[in-house]
């Protein structure tokens, strides 16, 4: 027999007794009724909060089920989240669930109030991208309800993980620089709010990755990065930033498609041209990385593949299994036309 080990859910009743009320009086607070005074308004509230007593706002998921998944997103702005939520999907059609999406924020406490309206909304799991939660918190979140992250490469015996080898990822992409001929090759990363240990982080990883291959092929001297955020505005910051060294590089490696988009918009800005004067690599291989005006070499960490494991491996959570399970997706280089041999000096 499968048992879940998961805390028993708070309850209305838990909620009167705590306070010392009536289940109508709880009843009344929750649903903002007329005619509720000041004094039990505060009473029953501070129950709820003491207690983490959650309104089960989904009338279905009072009688069992509700069918529903949870997909929390950093942001909307990333195509390759797009590729996820495809696989996703593509994966929920044939079953009788629904995946709701919403987006995360850029800090945990908006992180936090995103995944606090899924579980009061009595979604059946919850999907986590990329998330900026303490390990720690989300083994909590996980004891409520069944949960899948990704993009986080640390272990959890409570909760699975889906994720790309980013260590691989990133090598492939340096070592093609350096096969081309270049030397100076800088790199755009990533910071964040995250709690998570560094070393599971995607963005650490790759460019610790991209750190160590320079070293082995004895370019520790030209190591150059310039810490910024996955997204354009950062990648055009961080490649401002890199142009204004001397020597500028010939290369840059950017940590997502996001960025390599940013970059390749100041490098037009400073007059220059790409691969010609500088070549820029990315990282997602996302749909705009594929069009003949832009051709970014990208690593493909195939998001159609990690968006459908997610939901292949949550929806076996919800079914009972127990045993932790970590799917890794084995990246591949794409070249395209923004890299080629540096400039003749």
Not at 284 to 300: F, K, M, Q
């Amino acid at each position: 027999m499968v048992t879940s080990g998961r805390r028993r859910r708070v309850t209305i009743a838990d909620v009167a007794s705590h306070a010392q009320v009536s289940v109508t009086a709880v009843s009344k607070v929750i649903n903002n009724a007329y005619g509720v005074s000041p004094a039990m308004k505060d009473k029953v509230k501070t129950a709820i909060q003491e207690l983490g007593y959650r309104p089960q706002a989904v009338a279905r998921g009072m009688r069992g089920r509700t069918f529903t998944i949870g997909l929390v997103l950093p942001h909307i702005r990333n195509p390759f989240f797009a590729d996820i939520l495809d696989g996703l999907t593509a994966h929920l059609h044939t079953t009788d669930y629904q995946a709701f999406m919403i987006q995360g924020g850029a800090t945990r406490k908006v992180e936090q109030r995103a995944v606090d309206a899924l579980l009061s909304r009595q979604v059946d799991g919850i999907i986590m991208v990329a998330p900026l939660a303490s390990k720690a918190r989300l083994e909590d979140v996980a004891q409520d309800k069944p949960l899948v992250v990704l993009a986080r490469h640390e272990r959890s015996p409570h909760y699975d993980s889906v994720y790309d080898d980013d260590e691989a990822g990133a090598e492939l992409v340096v070592t093609h620089l350096i096969q081309l001929g270049h030397r100076r090759i800088a790199h755009i990363t990533h910071q964040d709010d995250s709690l998570a240990r560094p070393a599971d982080l995607l963005h650490t990883i790759r460019s610790t990755t991209y750190e160590r291959v320079m070293r082995e092929h004895g370019l520790a001297d030209e190591i150059a990065i310039a810490t910024s955020y996955y997204n354009e505005q950062g990648g055009y910051d961080g490649t401002r930033e890199l142009l204004a060294r001397t020597p500028r590089p010939t290369a840059i490696f950017a940590g997502a498609d996001q960025a390599a988009l940013g970059a390749l918009a100041a490098i037009h800005q400073a007059g220059l041209t790409v691969p010609a004067d500088i070549s820029v690599a990315g990282y997602d291989n996302t749909h705009l990385a594929a069009l003949p005006n832009i051709a970014l070499t990208s690593i493909d960490q195939d998001g159609h593949e990690m968006g459908r494991a997610a939901g292949k491996l949550l929806l076996e959570r919800i079914e009972g299994r127990m045993t932790p399970v970590r799917f890794t997706v084995t990246p591949s280089l794409v070249v395209r036309a923004s890299t080629a041999a540096p400039p003749a000096s």
